[in-house]
């Protein structure tokens, strides 16, 4: 495992592909330290001894303990654990540790490359065991690349007008594939040290140069990153935590991109590249059963800490929004629990949680985001909407009326009335605290992405028969 | 074990003490036969071997095989064996099993007369091992009595204007006490072979009286069953298993009762009989993170079933409504998981569910009882409520009109089609379906009585700390 | 205008055409009574003086004061004056009056007969303006058959097995037609003078002799009802208005049927089937948004009423209930004003209420009915379920304890706490009251009706302009 | 009337009294623009001759015509006419046009002014026509400053440690009065002419300083400014009208200000207060019908816009959302129009809108504020936040990539596809967006501010009384 610090060096040493706003721009860029901060938490936590089993693994390929990140699901308790970890986290850097999506991709890897061997006599498991090796001892950061960007969703990928709207395979070669094509929507790949490209649906005939997946170094040769840095609003002496958080999405752009064969994980195999796309889902589902319940935690928080400054805090009314909040985080949680320990073992003998359960869960997260905000935005008032910007209140003149007109609970300090606002402000009312409502409803996939996945798993089937049953009408014949 | 046989005979045996509107019946009455054979089920399937395990448990007293309702939780397992019984019980049972109660009485007790004990010296768990012991030999059914009429609900016990308005006790002997007051909404009471007192609510100083549990045959001197017996619609010639079911819930009165000492488990602890009462609630919660994603499982098969002979079961519409209800179902079912997962063992041995997350899915369930029935009321139509009565199919001149324009799907026999509407005519649109709907949100406690349970179990000022933390405020001192 | 005394007497002459559970039956059937009592009052309270203009009107036919169910709409006040109407009646009989869709279907002919005269030169509005002379003056009731049984719902009506699935005519003569189907889902009709059959939906080549539209005397030869009769708990001591009321569902099968021509409205214009349909709903839905606040008036009514007499009425969150409550009922009475102000006059003169506004508030109603039902189960807790029986109250031994023990706020007298309870549970736990939760989805068409209707009159194009204008994106060229 | 330039000009010869982060910045200080552009449409749609009458009005004191925006409403048509100009302003103006505040105060004003008048004696009326006639005349924007700081919520005004929280009377002179205090969340004030001072609530015996109501130029002696500037992000190459909107919200400071008694309209009739701050909040409240509907219908605009560029407009789960959007808008219209046609004229002649209507109208609206933002969210994908920033779009290298990718139906262009996402990205993910969601919750008073007005002016006890009768209990005697 290395340090924080050790990861903030290595990033210094990746080449610029990075552009924002119409610039090439380095990796320490201003605008996007927020995220390296956040980042850099997932480092300092699996040192803290507190935290040991629970943000740091023992790994199955060598016995070392690792980074929870780095690790492959032996067992329903890593599950747990994992969703443990994540809720931890996220408390800490409003509701996203950003560094879920290489981990659950490479659980989904360590399940396909194994099914693929099984089923074709390929050999991707070995491979991918090789590069999950180094990638655990390097304690390296990888994104996931999945989303195509699609073009027209009417047609299937290979009836674009345009075959290059979703990414595929241009041509093989002895020594790697040359692959070209666009991934949207990709959190974090600006200070990831990996790439790693998912499929993002199922193919039919005719669209296996669609079915592949591969990992990349982020500066890799071709592969250019267009990012989207969002932040909270910079503090200029009101310092605080959440202020120097930060996260990114980039459209990533591969350009006929060299892929050596040892980090293509597949290729071809179309029967398996719709496999692939949904486990790698439904681990980040899984996931999302940990954070969410963190960012309902926040606003929760958040709300309950308003009602107290406000004075409200004991209404009925406010208390039974409470609980619906806590019924949120909790429901939710349930089910990454019922996930995990009704999971399954993988011919691969990694585990994998339980689909009904996991989508339920993200599915009910989902529908619940701007719920909560809506809760927040009620109990907190106009103020959040409303607060003057930090400056009026150092400024000689107006300092000193916000601050005798900022009081409301004599024994609350101004400063404090002051920061909550700002806080909440900062989560319901700017442009970061909007990409995190819409990541929450995306992020892992769309309520409809689980509605799908729900009905496509469930036996309602066994249910017409309970139906029939007590009506007294004979079972269907199979 | 016993047989359903058995059992049938033995409440021939019990003494007169059921009044139905007026008259003092027989508890083999007509009205109430279908909760005797709903009741009947659980020793019939307590014989199935590919249940064996599920519905029925080992004796932690005497290491025989006993029937799951007698038994006492040793573990996580226990828990979660139970939770499973229950579904599969009550997809056969239009939702409700009716045995639950009085298990939930057991493990409560079992729990709260060792606290007692080791608190006050006294005596009665072994008193209540001795009672347990007996009762699983006998494979008994008990009903658990818990909730008062309560008279001024701004009142405390001790303030009401009448004192009998709690069950209390009137005067302590020698050989036993004597106890007045009246218990109502008991289900089932007028089939149990037991019935397990309970208290309702925590208590002050000067309400001791008022802390009192006992066990009492149904039929004992002085107890007075006044009994509403439900049932669907009977049927003349299109018998269903739905139309052989039924309940009662009765008031029970105690006209000055007579307990023996070894039958009472609480007698005079104010501050344990709180405890007792949430305790009873939180076991009786945890059933119904079983019971009711079964009667989610009945409803969700009636919708898919009418939208399959309606032939709109592939509408977008109607699948995303079936996703809610499933979403209902297994979300609550999660929480049953995760509270047995994350339970706790007692100072007894005995095995606690985890407070909040049980809690947190009773709400959700009974939040969404209306919202179910109304799905299904959407889906099937009109015709739920208009079909013509079941005389008319069988007459000679509209038997035939009938036949012919209950038509759809024309694989589809227009006896099925009927069997169909009046099935869920039976769960939507009569006074038994009614029942259930308004149980479905007050049994076991309503959805306000959870967010209390919720609200004070559940750590909120560790989630304003982590507000606190982002925000940049201080910790609170404590 | 004639009594009810008179209404009742001209019932007794009709022949018997009324099947009940498989039994030809007296229109006078006990069973049926309560469906009668109700229709009286629209006979009695024309006759109130302070109702004057309310529940009269002028007849633009013959200047004659006419009860307001036998008129046409003038003008808007007119349809304000019948939504206030509508209230004022359905607060007196639990939700409905049974007595409006045969002044919708008159209102519906009067505008669609005119305009098939004046597209077809027919001669159809004459002929309806001397029929509804003739029924003002007698002061006739009219139920509204429209609903066909409909067979396969993937199919239209020439496409279905049995061409008997929706109602045709089979052959046209000199002095009238014979049409042969069934309607299904017919309230009221047991109790109706006449029977004013309506096309169900829009029509295509082919199916013209499914566009038919006519009027029957109630017991006319051919025309049977399969009856399914509704009404509350009978009560033996305990009387109460409630108690009184009751309604009927039939089938009514047209068995080769003849039709003189003098009362055939509609006969092959295809292209105003679907014109006459969807009419006959908009005044249908506009009469819901006086029937259904109605509806939210007793239930809200009822709801405050056990919170008083449970002595929880003043708490937050039983107001905030109180509240969702007149939200519903408001918000869809505003759009019945909003219907009538914003309404227009048609080619006939008629007025018709518009399209949107009634169809929106229709479905919101619709969308309401389980949730005020879940809510007044919710605040009156589980004794509406439980409550013993009528004769258990009047026993010698068991009515002293429910006298005892059903005492709540001492300043309410045990009776009415019982009746409060009873009546609460007439409403959310019998058959009947169930019979109108699933009305109050389906009566005048189901949401999903009137999202369709919504969808199909209103212009998103001109929203999607708004979007355009502000986003800097042209207008679409048309 | 003037013109736009006018009113430009006009505000240039304001004195500097406006903060923004910590600056004394000019009334035309770029982040600020975005308010005047909006208020000078105000002006512009004035003189469109095909809006007269709705954006215009004649003066009930003059005969002149005015802007609509300095009219007392005469009669209902006034309230209608108002109502249907507010939806067309603010679909120009991203759902808030600014100036309504001024006109529902004057509106106020006018009534309370008489009603003092005619219970005090006092001349308030007269001096207030003479001030409304010289605002007419000049075309003025008013501002109306009404919520103050509040300090401990639990407190009534004169229990506060600081007199100050609420805004009150310091001293009264010969010439007039000194006011201090704070109003908070007071939008739009930089760019008025006026700031109208209002009450914000009722007050008891020992708070007459606080009952206090005045008019004062923006830029008084004494008053500060300190004001929070919201505007979407600028564009650099993509302009487009929503980029040249933008509002402000300020903390307007009243330090020891002098008030002539020629501007004083309320001054200690303490009773009259409450009656003040309600009736300016029902004015606004009506306000709201218009502009919350005009929010729905951009908002709809973006959801069908979208869904047609993506491809999936004709999908029923999509259509039925746009039905919920298209619910939520016309059902708060709807009670606008009930509220003016069955509003009542008050004793100086203004008409004053139904009370209950309007409140169950503007909770409607609040309380679906953010589940609009959450339909939008939902169908217009993530990409709403995680859309590259302008310059990337225009870059020589990222320019053609994102060109290329961005493309869906071949059919729109790559631009239009690009302003629609930048479109939603401002409305959704944006701090202006922000603002706007908790203005539509808070502003004209949060729903739990219309639940009190709602169940304080609706007759609960005549709904009991229906229950009553139809359960056979007798009425209250009263």
């Given at each position: 495992m290395i340090t924080s610090q050790q990861y903030r060096e290595r990033l210094k040493r990746l080449k610029s592909n990075v552009f924002i706003d119409g610039e090439l721009v380095d990796r320490g860029d201003s605008r996007m330290q927020g995220e390296i901060n956040t980042l850099a938490i997932t480092y300092d936590m699996a040192e803290d001894p507190s935290l040991e089993g629970i943000t740091t693994a023992t790994s199955h390929l060598t016995g070392e303990k690792i980074n929870r990140f780095c690790h492959i699901h032996q067992n329903s308790e890593d599950m747990l654990a994992r969703q443990k970890m994540t809720r931890h986290y996220c408390t800490h850097t409003w509701?996203?540790?950003?560094?879920c999506m290489g981990c659950d991709a490479l659980n989904a890897l360590s399940v396909v490359t194994h099914e693929a061997d099984q089923k074709y006599?390929?050999?991707?498991n070995a491979r991918f065991l090789k590069y999950l090796k180094w990638f655990q001892e390097n304690d390296l950061v990888a994104a996931a690349a999945q989303t195509?960007?699609?073009?027209?969703?009417?047609?299937?990928p290979h009836q674009q007008?345009?075959?290059d709207l979703y990414l595929h395979v241009v041509s093989r070669g002895e020594d790697g594939i040359v692959v070209r094509g666009a991934k949207c929507s990709v959190t974090m790949v600006s200070h990831a040290d990996e790439i790693l490209v998912m499929p993002t649906r199922a193919f039919v005939e005719?669209?296996?140069?669609?079915?592949v997946s591969f990992a990349l170094p982020a500066d890799h040769e071709g592969v250019s990153l267009i990012t989207r840095a969002a932040s909270p609003r910079a503090r200029q002496q009101l310092k605080a935590p959440i202020a120097e958080l930060g996260s990114t999405d980039s459209v990533v752009v591969f350009d006929d991109v060299f892929v050596p064969w040892d980090r293509v994980f597949l290729c071809g195999e179309k029967e398996l590249g719709g496999r692939l796309a949904v486990l790698f889902a439904l681990y980040h589902r899984h996931s999302y059963t940990g954070c969410k319940p963190a960012v309902s935690d926040i606003i929760m928080g958040a709300t309950a800490l308003v009602a107290e400054y406000n004075g409200v805090e004991r209404a009925d009314h406010i208390r039974h929004k409470l609980a619906d909040m806590i019924g949120v985080a909790e429901l939710v949680y349930s089910t990454g629990i019922a996930g995990a320990v009704m999971g399954q073992k993988s011919s691969s003998g990694t585990y994998i949680p339980d689909v009904v359960y996991v989508n339920v869960g993200r599915r009910h997260a989902g529908e619940n985001v701007y719920h909560e905000s809506d809760i927040l935005a009620d109990i907190s008032g106009g103020m959040s909407a409303t607060l003057p910007p930090e400056g009026d209140f150092f400024n000689e003149k107006t300092g000193p009326y916000l601050e005798k007109y900022m009081m409301r609970n004599p024994n609350i300090p101004a400063e404090y009335q002051h920061r909550c606002f700002r806080f909440i402000s900062d989560i319901i009312c700017s442009s970061f605290g909007a990409v995190w409502q819409i990541a929450g409803i995306h992020g892992g996939g769309s309520p409809i992405m689980e509605t799908i996945a729900i009905l496509g798993n469930y036996d309602l089937e066994a249910k017409k028969d309970v139906a029939r049953y007590l009506a007294g009408i004979p079972k269907k014949k199979s």
């Open positions: 509701g996203c540790i950003l560094r006599g390929t050999e991707y195509d960007v699609k073009g027209d969703r009417s047609k299937r007008a345009d075959p005719g669209e296996e140069d669609y079915a």
